[in-house]
């Protein structure tokens, strides 16, 4: 037991996290609560319009009032119909 070792931690580094690439297009998202929900609660809102873009941060209005959220946060939104959520070309 005196020559067992502890193995050494393994870094980390920067992770990079998933972003979809037409999340810059949607005109509605998602938004992820991180809360403790109960059981059969549903982990997102919306969806919910966006108000403004930028590099880092999305302001979206959840439940009228304007939020500012990361992309970490946010999931784009799957509509069969158009006309619900158009795309715009930017």
Known sequence: MQHLQTKPTRSRGKQTIFVHNELHKCTHMFVRRDSV????????????PVIKRSDKFY???????PTSETKPNLRKTRSGRRDLFPIRNE
Not at 37 to 48: E, F, I, K, T
């Open 59 to 65: 302001k979206v209005s959840i439940h009228g009032k």
């Open 37 to 48: 929900r109960r059981p059969l609660q549903v982990p997102y809102d919306g969806p919910c």
